[in-house]
């Protein structure tokens, strides 16, 4: 058992920050968090204290969509919309890791960027490459780090170079999971890229191998205009995009993760809240490739859940600090054009996404909260900090102008998380 | 004379990049661009030759709004629209610069601040304080960074603490012109704050100013609906936003920045594209404050010049790079709202804005092309630079990207500038 002072900031709710300011996180020896406390109670002080002084102790960021196969296109090509920028950039470059040289080089530094920026669960989009998919798993749990990773099913409307057979993807899906078996942190999450890239056969099979396994599911919907009309033509049987994932299994059957959802509205809408589908919200990725804005607002009063995500590449960083600040900054661009109908997203409610609502995904992660993992980011603003600001106004200014520089510690599950190797 | 060798990039012209890969450019005694050559031409081949190998060379960023007596509250209270964020945040914060010590305290951190990202040029906001004003332009002056300091007349609408009457309005104006008189890249320019801050004597006074002196003019234009049903409110005389400005000189008699003009349409537009009166982008800020997002693409087909600003601290960062990444994400929402009818801007386009558009306000600056200051940065982007990228994605990766890290040297005016001291 260890206990950690410093000021503590964390969401228990949306609304409002729980703040302890020189406070305690007391965390047990399975890295599970004991208490969070104003004051070190009389039982524990006889345990190791590590003393964190002025510096500000959080959750750790959680990406719920990235893309680890698009590590070298970052900052680049984003000159197109989705279905052009797909064939032309992204393609390509995913169907290079068929070469695991090049899929190791690309990946350590994936690894290696997430944990730079403070994220230390991702929801992942791998390749159809199953060897390629087996290492990138391997170096999340070789740094100690959380993720699912998803081998890509893709047979349709895709370059023969980047596609596989039902049974590849179902047997590489299998192949990840049992790799991943052992890994206390690591698992595999079933990924039909999305609707046009898979026939109804190779939805049927992940559908069938996401419920027979109780495994979780990641795809993207209603992202961008062309995209929906594309399904509709595609899938003439289903009500709207997101009932093409239901029709098949892979719509809440099991815990799943939507990406975008920039135009979901009415059936698909009831159906995200009926089946309790994640919204993962990627406002960098939107803006980058002007997709549009999804209605986070509406998708938090309905009780839909919603997460974040960096979307990488189409999102040009992998700060999720940075997707807070999109998110309040998005959700007042819908406040504006909506005749200010919906109110805004606060800091806090932006923050709790990215920490207790995304991290929910992984079980009980995302808070300081009794019973959850420590995943944890020590915040050193004294740069930032030179006026005597409140805690909530350091958290605010290092979300807006920090960086990688601040953060001095990175915890998962308990356990510090040195620099992975790249 | 100097020459400088590097992989340089300049915009001519918006459409595209100039790309010297390994070129050069030499500068005369005056601090102006002799000539960007791919080669270096026989008659320098005796001049001294700074070799940057393969760093990137760009021209320095010019930021055309920016609050310096904001410079405390970057990065918090954002949860306002503009009128009650003025009255709740900037005003009392604003108020405290009659007191030097602590305007020198802030305005030191200012200017190392935007020599930090990049900045060499700004049109600033000052406040109403003659004394501070004076000191902001020497502090500029010192780093041997150009700018116009503005000191702000405000006399209704405004807390007493933080106004002043016409007569010292136009004195401060005064005072700060005749202190820069000898300096070399720092001088005067008449800020009103906004019509709701002025009454028509005030505007008469500074428009009068602005005219008799041939002084340029900095204000707000149409940033946000309230704004702009309360100036129709205070001047019902105007047929615009806009107009308010023309009717009392200050609207492109003399060469003009309007920052925002977000909702500027119909006659403000073409009251903008006759006077030739140059619309300050600023989208972090309108982002920040759920303002609206200016049509950018709309003003550029019209011929209307346009620059960039952070408008700190409703922007929420010194950097003009982070302001070309949001100018390329509006104008693709703009772009996707808007069906697609006009085309989002390029990199080459919006580098250009932050550059020769911006620069244009000073004068020759922002290019490389004869006769222009030189005003560079010197990029180290090896970090980013893993994979052979081309020139331009390495420009576009560093963007996306990059912070002060890469930043290895600023020159203005053809001196290398060392970080201010704070």
């Known amino acids: 058992m260890k206990a950690y002072q410093a000021n503590i900031l964390f969401t228990p709710t949306p609304e409002r920050f729980e703040m302890l300011e020189h406070g305690y996180v007391v965390v047990g020896d399975d890295g599970n968090v004991v208490g969070a406390f104003a004051s070190l109670p009389d039982e524990y002080k006889s345990i190791e204290l590590v003393d964190y002084g002025n510096q500000i102790l959080i959750p750790a960021m959680n990406d719920l969509h990235v893309h680890a196969p698009q590590y070298r296109n970052l900052g680049i090509a984003m000159d197109m919309e989705l279905l052009p920028w797909l064939n032309t950039y992204t393609f390509p470059e995913e169907s290079k890791y068929r070469d695991i040289k090049y899929a190791e080089r690309m990946y350590r530094r994936f690894v290696r960027d997430l944990w730079k920026l403070g994220t230390m669960r991702a929801a992942i989009f791998a390749t159809i490459h199953p060897e390629a998919?087996?290492?990138?798993?391997?170096?999340?749990?070789?740094?100690?780090?959380?993720?699912?990773?998803?081998?890509?099913?893709?047979?349709?409307?895709?370059?023969?170079?980047?596609?596989?057979?039902?049974?590849?993807?179902?047997?590489?899906?299998?192949?990840?999971?049992?790799?991943?078996?052992?890994?206390?942190?690591v698992s595999a999450i079933v990924t039909p890229r999305f609707v046009p890239s898979c026939t109804p056969e190779m939805m049927t099979a992940l559908g069938r191998l996401a419920n027979d396994n109780h495994l979780p599911v990641q795809s993207h919907l209603s992202e961008n205009q062309s995209e929906i009309a594309w399904v509709k033509e595609l899938e003439p049987e289903s009500s709207c995009y997101g009932d093409a994932y239901r029709r098949y299994g892979m719509f809440g059957q099991t815990p799943t993760l939507m990406a975008h959802c920039c135009y979901?509205?009415?059936?698909?809408?009831?159906?995200?809240?009926?089946?309790?589908?994640?919204?993962v919200h990627c406002p960098t990725s939107n803006c980058n490739l002007g997709s549009g804005i999804a209605p986070i607002r509406r998708f938090m009063n309905a009780g839909i859940p919603v997460a974040l995500g960096s979307d990488v590449s189409a999102g040009s960083g992998f700060s999720i600090f940075r997707v807070i600040h999109y998110t309040l900054q998005m959700s007042k661009m819908k406040w504006v054009h909506g005749a200010h109908k919906e109110a805004f997203l606060s800091l806090s409610e932006a923050f709790?996404?990215?920490?207790?609502?995304?991290?929910?995904?992984?079980?009980?992660?995302?808070?300081?909260?009794?019973?959850?993992?420590?995943?944890?980011?020590?915040?050193?603003?004294?740069?930032?900090?030179?006026?005597?600001?409140?805690?909530q106004h350091r958290l605010e200014r290092y979300v807006y102008l920090g960086d990688d520089r601040q953060l001095k510690h990175r915890f998962c599950q308990g356990k510090e998380i040195q620099a992975p190797k790249i």
Chains 1, 2 share one sequence.
Do not use: Q
């Open 133 to 185: 998919s087996c290492l990138l798993a391997d170096l999340l749990n070789e740094a100690g780090m959380g993720g699912l990773v998803g081998l890509v099913g893709m047979d349709r409307n895709s370059p023969e170079t980047l596609s596989n057979t039902v049974e590849e993807a179902v047997r590489g899906t299998l192949r990840v999971l049992n790799h991943t078996a052992s890994m206390p942190l």
């Open 264 to 279: 979901t509205e009415g059936e698909e809408f009831e159906l995200m809240r009926k089946n309790h589908v994640f919204a």
């Open 352 to 391: 709790w996404l990215a920490t207790k609502s995304g991290g929910s995904f992984f079980g009980k992660v995302g808070s300081f909260e009794p019973g959850y993992a420590f995943d944890a980011l020590v915040i050193d603003d004294s740069d930032l900090n030179f006026d005597n600001y409140t805690l």
